[in-house]
């Protein structure tokens, strides 16, 4: 029997459901700080997951979600009873997040982490139009659409997949590049890309057609130029239960409909 934690924190989003949990839950196994404990318990959905793993990224805490919100992909199931023991037998999965430095009109360099995505999309009824460089090498001279993205294996299944982008296990070693609407050429579909290649997007007409960009939450408007790699510096932990792990969530989502 593995170890059982004795230092929890819960933290909670603001839906009433995630704080009189955590009120509970607390009453039973106590409430450490954050920055002491051995396990951070989230509860709320997948977004204040994401805004969990950013605040505690490079710290070394795993993170343990449990469903209080709308969405709940990242998030274990809601149990008040055993949790030392589910927490004790839970899979860690490490996850590096992807690096966004932008180039605003006004010559602003913008930098920011995403644990989902880095998405750009058109700001106005035009199209976007995009060229798309990967390692140096110009692989699409112009893309139109009405966004694009690349997306590391936790998001493949958020954004990216409402795109028709493909779901990357965990561990694997791959980003998903994705269109949104693509228009020109129409029958492209994305690309699967080495982690370790780092993708560069510039904006092409962009009086015309403006273009905004966002990691995760963090948008910057009228972006120019826009360069994209995972983070190897940068590390996350998240744990899920040992009989609903990510490579079996995967699984299922492939034959949902």
């Not at 008040?80 to 966004?100: D, F, K, S």
């Not at 020109?184 to 960009?213: C, D, F």
């Amino acid at each position: 029997m593995p170890r059982l934690p004795q230092s929890i924190s819960f933290l909670a989003s603001e839906a009433e459901p995630a704080q009189e949990a955590a009120q509970r839950l607390s009453a039973l196994y106590g409430n450490d700080r954050p920055e002491t404990a051995e396990i951070i318990v989230a509860l709320g959905g997948d977004g204040f997951m994401l805004q969990t793993l950013h605040r505690f990224m490079n710290t070394g805490t795993p993170i343990y979600g449990m469903n209080k919100g709308t969405i709940g992909f990242l998030m274990n199931d809601y149990r008040e009873t055993g949790l030392r023991e589910r927490l004790a037998e839970a899979v860690e999965n490490t996850i590096h997040p992807l690096t966004m430095t932008a180039t605003d009109a006004e010559g602003e360099t913008h930098r920011a982490l995403a644990i989902n995505e880095v998405a750009l999309f058109r700001q106005s009824y035009q199209a976007a139009k995009l060229r798309i460089t990967i390692d140096g090498q110009v692989r699409l001279e112009e893309l139109v659409c009405d966004g694009v993205m690349v997306a590391t294996p936790i998001g493949s299944t958020a954004y990216n997949l409402s795109a028709q982008g493909p779901i990357i296990p965990v561990d694997a070693p791959l980003l998903a590049l994705t269109p949104v609407s693509a228009f020109r050429p129409r029958r492209w579909r994305g690309a699967l890309l080495p982690n370790h290649q780092t993708v560069e997007i510039t904006v092409l007409e962009p009086e015309k057609r403006p273009v905004n960009a966002v990691a995760d939450a963090t948008e910057v408007k009228s972006v120019r130029h826009i360069t994209i790699c995972e983070s190897m510096d940068d590390t996350g932990l998240i744990l899920f239960d040992s009989d609903h792990s990510w490579d079996e969530r995967i699984l299922a989502e492939q034959f949902r409909y």
